[in-house]
C-alpha cells in the first residue's frame, strides 16, 4: 500500500461546529504532515509528527488540534472556526528525516467553513 | 532558513513543445530539492528529487530537472509537453535530516492544443 487516505473528501461546517479530518497511511513511515492550501497558492505548514509526537506546530491557531494515536493515523481536530479557514487540508507521510525521500500526500479534505 | 522561488506565475505553452519551469532556491548548505504537481482539486505527486550525484535527474511522467550549485537552480523540463501535463507545478526544498519541506508559490502550466 503505497498511499495516504485522507477522510472526508468534503466536508462543510458552521462556525460552532466541531469535526474532525483524518489521514490513514500503511506504508510504515514514521512522520507525518498537515499542510494548509488556500485557492491558487502553495501548501502551508501547519503541523508535523515524528514517531507520533509533535514536533513542529507553525504557530497555528488553538482551533486546529491535531492527533496521533498510532503511527499510521493523523487527525485534524475543528472547532470554532472561521470562514477563512475554508482551503484544502493535505496530510502527508514520510520518513523520518523526510527531506531525504519526498513526502507522499493525500488527495485532501476541502474544507468549507459557512 | 530553506526557501525558494519559482519566478513564473503561468506558463502555456504548446502541446508537442519542449517546457522549462524555473525554481531558485536559497539555503546555506547542500539542499534537498523536489518537483511535484498537482491536478485540480488533488494531493501532490512527486515527480523527481535530488539529494547529491549526478546534478541531471530523471523523474515520471518523462520529466527531468539539473541541479546548477552555481545558479542555484533546480529547473524543471520535458521536452515535449502533453495535453495532460496541464496542472500546476510545485518545486520545494527540505533541509537534510529534518522534517520542514518548503514549497514555492508554483508555477500554473496551461498547454494549448
Known amino acids: 500500500d503505497t498511499e495516504v487516505t485522507q477522510t472526508p473528501k468534503h466536508l462543510v461546517m458552521g462556525m460552532t461546529n466541531k469535526k474532525s479530518l483524518k489521514c490513514e497511511q500503511h506504508m510504515g513511515h514514521r512522520a507525518m504532515y498537515w499542510y494548509k492550501q488556500k485557492a491558487k497558492k502553495p501548501p502551508e505548514l501547519m503541523f508535523v509528527y515524528s514517531y507520533e509526537k509533535l514536533s513542529i506546530n507553525e504557530s497555528v491557531p488553538s482551533r486546529f488540534s491535531p492527533e496521533c494515536p498510532n503511527s499510521s493515523l493523523l487527525n485534524l481536530h475543528l472547532h470554532a472556526l472561521q470562514p477563512e479557514d475554508s482551503a484544502l487540508y493535505l496530510c502527508?507521510?514520510?520518513?523520518?528525516?523526510?527531506?531525504?525521500?519526498?513526502?507522499?500526500f493525500g488527495s485532501g479534505t476541502r474544507l468549507t467553513v459557512v | 532558513a530553506q526557501s525558494v522561488t519559482q519566478p513564473d506565475i503561468h506558463i502555456t505553452v504548446s502541446e508537442g513543445a519542449s517546457l522549462e519551469l524555473r525554481c531558485n532556491y536559497s539555503?546555506?548548505?547542500?539542499?534537498?530539492l523536489f518537483w511535484y504537481v498537482q491536478s485540480p482539486g488533488q494531493g501532490l505527486q512527486l515527480l523527481l528529487k535530488y539529494f547529491s550525484g549526478d546534478t541531471l535527474v530523471q523523474g515520471i511522467k518523462g520529466f527531468e530537472a539539473e541541479f546548477k550549485r552555481s545558479q542555484s537552480s533546480f529547473n524543471l523540463r520535458k521536452p515535449s509537453v502533453h495535453w495532460s501535463d496541464a496542472a500546476e507545478y510545485f518545486c520545494?526544498?527540505?533541509?537534510?535530516?529534518?522534517?520542514?519541506?518548503?514549497f514555492g508559490a508554483g508555477t500554473r502550466l496551461t498547454v494549448k492544443p
Open positions: 502527508a507521510s514520510s520518513q523520518v528525516g523526510g527531506a531525504n525521500y519526498g513526502y507522499t
Open positions: 520545494a526544498v527540505g533541509p537534510q535530516d529534518n522534517n520542514d519541506m518548503r
Open positions: 539555503y546555506g548548505a547542500t539542499p534537498y
